[in-house]
């Protein structure tokens, strides 16, 4: 697609007129867990329960984020909890989002993740750029830019939709 060009060019739309941003290094990470399924009233003890896991996972996350370093954080989704509600889970696996200020805080803190999980985690794939802007990757093909435009005025978020007065109600809200 850049075959020719000299360069490129991406704005970011924000609450400030930068000419650069201080952009994180980031990654994602998948986290499986491998239980035994079960009938919790056919077999209440025979099973082991790979959600359970999971959401362990998610705390510990959640009071260890506290202390990591300005800049660093990780962001979790469930993404296969179970089957069925009356079915102890076989597996379950969430994916995580790391950033990081550098792609060395990254490095640490995708260590720490494995750490937490219990888990060896595999280093990233070759050719895999830990960016958290598109642009990066452009960047490796032509010389590009990516200023950030001041749209939203100030107290406004540019992730955000901008509230134009009072939302009507549904009947779910009376």
Request: net charge negative; glycine share 14%.
């Amino acid at each position: 697609m850049f075959e020719g060009a000299d360069a490129a060019l991406m704005f970011h739309a924000g609450v400030h007129d930068w000419s650069w941003a201080p952009l994180t290094a980031q990654t994602q990470v998948r986290v499986g867990f491998h239980g035994r399924a079960a009938h919790p009233t056919g077999d209440p003890v025979g099973g082991i329960d790979a959600l359970a896991a999971l959401v362990q996972l998610f705390n510990v996350v959640a009071v260890s984020s506290r202390r990591l370093p300005p800049g660093s954080h990780v962001q979790g989704i469930v993404t296969d909890g179970g089957r069925a509600t009356n079915i102890v889970p076989l597996y379950a696996e969430g994916l995580f989002g790391l950033r990081a200020a550098t792609g060395t805080e990254l490095d640490v803190l995708v260590a720490a993740v494995g750490t937490w999980s219990g888990i060896h985690l595999t280093d990233a794939a070759g050719g895999v750029l830990l960016g958290s802007s598109d642009i990066g990757d452009v960047s490796n093909r032509v010389p590009a830019i990516h200023p950030f435009v001041a749209i939203p005025g100030e107290g406004e978020s540019d992730r955000t939709p901008r509230s134009h007065g009072p939302r009507p109600r549904s009947g779910a809200d009376r």
